[in-house]
């Protein structure tokens, strides 16, 4: 039971831990695009993105301008950008990770 409170503990600082290091490579790699993608034909839809409120929406909608324009980005760029694409499922494999420690430790303690 220990080590199910235990893997739940380490679960939840994996979340906290995987969002922050998310974050700072949606950053990283939005900062590295933006002189390539102001240079770029899709100059327009990149700008227009400056004008959102909340830095996280304006980086989510680079995000999926880049996604959509892969194939024209550099290879270090589409690197960056395939490697945020795996990052970015780390939180929910530590959410999950939590949840199933919390159900197997209601069925031990159940039976």
Known sequence: MIFLWLLAVLSFIGVLVSLWY??????ALCRSADAFMR???L???WAAT???WLPSTREMQRIGILRQNAS???PALQESL?????I????VFFIVTMALAGMI???VRGA
Do not use: C, F, H, T
Request: a positive charge.
């Open 22 to 27: 998310r974050d700072r490579e949606r950053q």
């Open 39 to 41: 240079q770029s034909a």
């Open 43 to 45: 100059e327009e839809r």
């Open 50 to 52: 400056d004008n959102k």
């Open 72 to 74: 024209m980005l550099p």
């Open 82 to 86: 395939q490697r945020y694409l795996r």
């Open 88 to 91: 970015r499922w780390l939180p």
């Open 105 to 107: 430790g209601n069925v």
